[in-house]
């Protein structure tokens, strides 16, 4: 289950130094500007499945990941879900804060353990309005979202189950691919459910069309991950 304690908060101007010098966004800004951001930075530990925030919390702050992964959902009332993305490291999220200043409209999860660094809303559109090199690359990566965001929505709409997963599988596949000699071998743990939030489906539909493309040879199987045997074939599914 997911859990909102736990987790270690804590201030330390040279380890946020460190991550905020590993991030892309802040690319070639001085030392001093990063350190003074530094200054503000609040890091958090997160423990696998720590919250960071939920639907309705304040968006008082934008976080950057250092390391692990994080899951960025919808959660419905009654409890469904569906996964908008993940955040790898050198990502930013929260970023939504930035435009209205208004509550959070959808969930933070770390899907392992993870290292984030908090900055406050105010104290980063500040940063944004000084360097402009930072605003620009921060519009680019709004507009990427965006586009992503109309992508899923197109194939929620129009696409069956077997092109959205050959899609996504493709997806991971470049994301976390590595050569293997049995074909494209997805370095990464994810679950069946996990796949079925990302393409708006269920667990046990993912699992049923998973088995479908294992006897069709599209795709082996080790442990919890996935070998793309023939990437061609699933461009063709996509």
């Given at each position: 289950?997911?859990?909102r304690?736990?987790?270690i908060?804590?201030?330390?101007?040279k380890?946020?130094?460190?991550c905020?010098k590993?991030?892309p966004?802040f690319?070639d800004l001085?030392?001093?500007?990063?350190?003074?951001?530094?200054?503000?930075?609040q890091l958090?530990e997160?423990?696998?499945r720590?919250?960071?925030y939920?639907p309705?919390?304040?968006?008082r702050?934008?976080?950057?990941?250092s390391?692990?992964?994080?899951?960025?959902?919808?959660?419905?009332?009654?409890?469904?879900?569906?996964?908008?993305?993940?955040?790898a490291?050198?990502d930013?999220f929260?970023?939504?804060?930035?435009?209205d200043?208004?509550?959070r409209e959808?969930?933070?999860?770390?899907?392992?353990?993870?290292?984030?660094a908090e900055?406050?809303r105010?104290?980063?559109?500040?940063?944004?309005q000084?360097?402009?090199?930072?605003g620009y690359?921060?519009?680019?990566?709004l507009?990427?979202?965006?586009?992503?965001?109309?992508n899923?929505?197109?194939?929620?709409?129009?696409?069956?189950?077997n092109?959205?997963?050959a899609?996504?599988?493709?997806?991971?596949g470049?994301?976390?691919?590595?050569?293997?000699?049995?074909?494209?071998?997805v370095?990464?743990?994810?679950?069946h459910?996990?796949?079925?939030?990302?393409?708006?489906?269920t667990?046990?539909t993912?699992?049923?069309?998973?088995?479908q493309?294992k006897?069709?040879?599209l795709?082996r199987?080790?442990?919890r991950?996935v070998i793309?045997?023939?990437?061609?074939?699933l461009?063709?599914l996509a």
């Amino acid at each position: 289950m997911a859990q909102r304690e736990s987790s270690i908060y804590l201030q330390d101007e040279k380890r946020a130094l460190w991550c905020l010098k590993k991030l892309p966004l802040f690319q070639d800004l001085t030392h001093d500007t990063l350190a003074r951001l530094a200054e503000s930075v609040q890091l958090i530990e997160a423990r696998r499945r720590f919250v960071i925030y939920l639907p309705g919390d304040p968006g008082r702050a934008v976080y950057f990941l250092s390391s692990g992964r994080v899951k960025i959902s919808k959660v419905t009332r009654d409890g469904k879900e569906l996964t908008l993305d993940y955040r790898a490291p050198g990502d930013l999220f929260g970023e939504l804060c930035l435009i209205d200043g208004g509550p959070r409209e959808e969930m933070a999860e770390s899907m392992d353990s993870s290292l984030i660094a908090e900055v406050d809303r105010n104290t980063f559109e500040r940063l944004v309005q000084r360097e402009g090199l930072v605003g620009y690359r921060l519009s680019k990566i709004l507009a990427q979202r965006r586009r992503e965001i109309e992508n899923k929505l197109e194939n929620l709409i129009f696409k069956d189950v077997n092109s959205k997963l050959a899609e996504l599988l493709l997806r991971l596949g470049t994301e976390y691919g590595i050569d293997d000699s049995r074909g494209t071998l997805v370095a990464l743990k994810i679950t069946h459910q996990e796949m079925a939030n990302l393409i708006g489906s269920t667990r046990e539909t993912v699992s049923l069309t998973l088995s479908q493309f294992k006897r069709s040879g599209l795709i082996r199987t080790d442990g919890r991950k996935v070998i793309l045997s023939d990437r061609e074939a699933l461009r063709a599914l996509a």
